[in-house]
Each structure stands twice: as C-alpha cells, then as structure tokens.
C-alpha cells in the first residue's frame, strides 16, 4: 500500500487556514488526566514517602516496602558505566564532552558598573541550588537526554541534580544509569509519573525538594509539571516531536526521506514537514519514503505519523518557504539548501537550525554539542533550547550613595505618590533630608 501525504500549496488561496488545522496538536491533558494528577500531587503532599511508595507500586507494577527500595546506589550507576560494551562508552563520553565544550561557551558571568559618585550597578549571576531531573523510562528510555539535561546544569555550577526514573517491572536501562553516572547525578529514585514531580516539586521525607524540574515525559507528567509550575522552575511543556526541513530540490531524496522519518518514529503524534519550491523533487522524496519505509524497524509508527501530520508544502521560492517557516516555529530546522548562511537572516523561529545538506538533525540529537532540549508546538516563537542560563539566576545590584541618593529622591517620590504609596515616597526623601 502506498503512502501518500498531505500536501499544500502555499500560494493558494486558504492555504494559513490549512496549515494551522494541520499544525494544530492540543498539548493540555484532558479533564480526567488534569484530575487524576491533581489526586496523585495532593496525596504526595499530604503523606509524602507512603504516597510516592504506593502510587509507584500500583503503576510500575513492582513491590517496594520502603523508600530505600527506590534508590539506586552510585556504585550500581558506576558499575553501569564500566560494564558497557566499548563502543556505547566510547559514544557516551565523546556526546558528554562535545555538550559540555558547547555549554561551557553559554556560561554567564557576574558583571557591574560604578558611577562617578561611588554608586555601583550590577547583576549577580548565581546557580540554583538544586535541580530535579526527570529521565523516561520504559518504551522511552533515553540516555541522550540525561547528558543534555544534566550536563548543562553541572556547568551553571548546580549544586545537586536529583534524578526521578520509572522502572516499570522493575527493569532498568543500562545505558540511561551509565548516562547518570557520567553526568554526575546525585540521587537517582526509581520513581515516575506525577507522584515523581510532585515529590519533586514539594519534597518527601526522602526525595530533597528542588527548585527546577527539567526532563520530558507523559501527558502525567506533563500535567503534573503544569500544575506544580509556580512552586518549582520548570523547563517547558514539551508536546510531540517536530522537524521541518527547507530543502532546495538539490539534496539526495533518500535522506530528506530518512530525516522525516528520524522525527516521525518517536511517536504517531510526532509531525515531519517538507518546504520546497519544486514539485517534482516533493514528489521524488514522496517515493523515496515509500521506498525506504518496508525496511524501518519502526514502520507502523513512521507510518502513522506521516499519515496523520505529515506535509510536504509547496512555495514560489526559498524566501515564501522562510515565512511558512517563521509561522510554524519548528522545534528542528533543517536548512537542506545550497546556502544556508544566505537563508539563515530570513529565519527568526526555530528551536535548532541544522545547515547545509550534510547536518542530519539525528547529529543533534547525540553528539554534535548543543542540548536537544527544544521548545515544540510553535512555542520557538518566544522560548528556547535548554541551556545553561536555565540554571542560573540574574539577581540585580543597586549601590547608591548617599549624594546618588539625594538626587534620585525627588523624582522617586513623585512617582510613587502619583500611584498612591506615600511610604515609597517618605523611604526616599528621608534618605534626602
């Protein structure tokens, strides 16, 4: 059976109302979801470990007794890390420096400047003190994102990285505890879904409270997240994968195929997009997935995925194909064109943009250095890649003297009478008398 995917034209008359209907994906979990998270997050922080101990039980399917049951030893994440094959430790310490070589360069640093009088201004840069890391696990178990999470928080100076990761049956990932003890991580519990959030959210009488929940996960946990925000920092709410590839009609068909397909085996809700102003190669990389697809070890879900939100847009030329770019706001950009750096100035919504015809985003993904982290759904319009200043915080410097003082007074006085706060007012103006 062929398949054939969703076309548009974007010269067409009706052309933004199809893509937005196509682009359309409710991120928000359902009333019941919404409820059932709230139950979990407020039973967590009404009985804390015996919560966590019981939820994790009943979804997890395993039969801890206590706390201690849920806790891996950093000697069993070490021993993880020495009894990989060669090849997967060679490729998990090369990944691990190239993120921290790129992460190092995002580093901010304190800064202040003093005025003639003595007065100094400023920002203070500081870390947080503790982060809660959350790793899939099960059908989704990533050791990537643990170097991606955890690595860039370790260059912002964080002070500990506490690590949630569901073991449903009790199985574990080597390669994911290996990535932990690579990173560092401090604690790591064997604890998932929205009892693991909240418990990182509100602390239990084991698992330390934090200040930032980064990692991705269910529509639980995706909720759970929502829901806790406010009372802990969290990365983003992360909805399925994307990527949308530019192309020029010059690339090899077979790896523009292959690149869709690199997005579109996360998960059927994930959503693959082609732009090219020729018709006829939208149609070669049309056969190309056609081709290519019989031999994926993940058919059935690259299958589902391109046929329910896959395009292949049609433009007029590179510039149209920059604005249906700019108005989807992709979380991975592939610029599969003879120039992207001539491109590149027309883009200004992305998440990551990967250059040239020989920059798979699948580099990204592992080893080239920037975190894979990304804002999806549209959301590159106003947020960005996780990064080292996601773990830091700006705290403003303010040192007057006592003439800056006085010369300042009147004009502060004014404005705050002028919304009402005479003791903001009287604050000021005594400092002047």
Not at 198 to 224: F, W
Request: charge should be negative.
């Amino acid at each position: 059976m062929t398949l054939t995917i969703r076309k548009l034209n974007a010269s067409d008359t009706g052309f933004a109302a199809a893509l937005d209907a196509a682009l359309a994906w409710e991120a928000l979990a359902d009333a019941t979801v919404e409820n059932r998270v709230r139950e979990i997050i407020g039973d967590v922080r009404a009985r804390g470990d015996a919560a966590v101990l019981d939820w994790t039980n009943r979804f997890d399917k395993v039969n801890a007794s206590d706390m201690s049951a849920l806790c891996i030893a950093p000697e069993r994440l070490r021993q993880s890390l020495d009894n990989l094959p060669q090849d997967q430790a060679q490729a998990l310490r090369s990944a691990a420096q190239r993120i921290r070589y790129y992460h190092e360069k995002q580093k901010q640093e304190s800064w202040h400047y003093q005025e003639a009088d003595g007065s100094l201004y400023g920002q203070r840069i500081t870390p947080l003190d503790r982060v809660g890391m959350y790793v899939p696990g099960g059908k989704a178990s990533y050791p990537s994102t643990v170097l991606m999470d955890a690595i860039p928080a370790r260059v912002a100076g964080v002070g500990e990285i506490v690590a949630t990761l569901p073991t449903p049956n009790g199985q574990m990932n080597e390669l994911v505890l290996a990535a932990l003890a690579l990173a560092e991580v401090d604690q790591v519990f064997t604890v998932g879904g929205a009892q693991a959030v909240a418990a990182l959210a509100y602390g239990t009488q084991s698992i330390p409270r934090v200040d930032k929940i980064v990692g991705p996960g269910n529509v639980y946990v995706a909720a759970a997240k929502k829901q806790v925000f406010g009372q802990v920092g969290i990365d983003m709410l992360a909805g399925p994968s994307e990527i949308l590839i530019i192309c020029d009609g010059d690339t090899n068909p077979d790896w523009i195929a292959m690149d869709l397909f690199s997005q579109a085996e996360h998960d059927e809700a994930a959503q693959s997009i082609l732009i090219c102003p020729d018709a006829a190669f939208i149609d070669k990389v049309e056969r190309s997935i056609n081709n290519l697809l019989p031999f994926m070890e993940r058919r059935a879900i690259i299958e589902a995925s391109l046929h329910a939100r896959g395009l292949m847009i049609e433009v007029k030329d590179l510039a149209q194909a920059a604005e249906v770019c700019n108005r989807i706001a992709p979380e991975h950009l592939e610029l599969s064109v003879e120039n992207p750096e001539q491109l590149l100035p027309l883009i200004r919504h992305a998440g990551a943009i990967f250059m040239g015809r020989y920059t798979s985003e699948a580099l990204g993904d592992y080893c080239a250095g920037p975190s894979h982290v990304l804002p999806t759904s549209g959301t590159a319009r106003f947020s960005s890649a996780l990064g080292v200043y996601d773990f830091q915080k700006r705290s403003s410097l303010i040192h007057c003297s006592p003439a800056q003082a006085r010369q300042l007074a009147p004009a502060t006085a004014t404005l705050a009478r002028s919304e009402g706060l005479t003791a903001h007012a009287r604050s000021a103006e005594l400092r002047a008398e």
